[in-house]
């Protein structure tokens, strides 16, 4: 079964430019979260999805937002950038809640 | 609510000597529990995880991690350490109907030949 994929890997942005990232869950997974990974923060939730719902949110601003599709793949959307969003953004999949599988990340650096 | 505290930011080993990486949790509901790797440049993998059944959980690589509530730990060992062990770990739980894993800031295992 092949795993959680991330695209694009690698991006560079500007100051005030919005990104999309995209996340595809394992087969048959329908939760799909999305973490953001910085040295000093560690590793802070962003939002969780089910079947299309935000079921969760952690404590970012509002120019952070999701979106999951009917076949659970899922966008995250990240508006008006700061050279503070550069981060590893990892998505994670689970067939509920009981255990969370990661993708490979998407490096984002904001110049 | 959660929290994950990993004692240690940074623990060095020699090449076959114990590895004792350490977390301690609160939770407010019964925890499910979870220790991930992250080498460099990559995302987290999952070692292994507690979900109320047995309190010793193995996991892959040759790592074990034991439950214990009265000590609200959830330390992960390894008998004998390998060069390819290090890297980066992260206890995490699981708790309530937030759906959401809570991670300890981490701890970089450094393995010396």
């Known amino acids: 079964k092949a795993g959680v994929t991330q695209t694009p890997r690698y991006l560079i942005k500007t100051r005030g430019q919005q990104v999309t990232l995209s996340c595809s869950p394992i087969s048959g997974h329908r939760s799909v979260s999305w973490y953001q990974q910085t040295p000093g923060q560690g590793l802070q939730f962003l939002f969780e999805y089910f079947s299309e719902t935000q079921r969760n949110k952690g404590n970012f601003p509002g120019r952070f937002s999701g979106r999951q599709f009917s076949n659970s793949r899922s966008e995250m959307n990240v508006s008006t950038l700061e050279l503070g969003d550069s981060a590893l953004y990892l998505c994670?999949?689970?067939?509920?809640?009981?255990?969370?599988?990661f993708g490979p990340g998407t490096r984002l650096t904001v110049l | 609510a959660q929290s994950v505290t990993q004692l240690g930011s940074h623990v060095s080993v020699s090449e076959g000597a114990l590895v004792l990486l350490r977390c301690n949790y609160s939770?407010?509901?019964?925890?499910?529990l979870f220790w991930y790797v992250q080498y460099p440049n990559q995302g987290l993998q999952l070692l292994l995880k507690?979900?109320?059944?047995?309190?010793l959980v193995k996991g892959i690589n040759g790592f074990e991690a034991e439950f214990k509530k009265s000590e609200t730990s959830f330390h992960l060992t390894k008998p004998s350490a390998h060069m390819s062990d290090a890297a980066e770990y992260f206890c995490?739980?699981?708790?309530?109907?937030?759906?959401?894993?809570?991670f300890g800031k981490g701890t970089l295992l450094t393995v010396n030949p």
């Open positions: 939770s407010s509901v019964p925890p499910y």
């Open positions: 994670a999949s689970s067939l509920d809640s009981g255990g969370q599988f």
């Open positions: 507690y979900t109320s059944a047995a309190t």
């Open positions: 995490a739980v699981l708790g309530g109907s937030n759906y959401k894993l809570t």
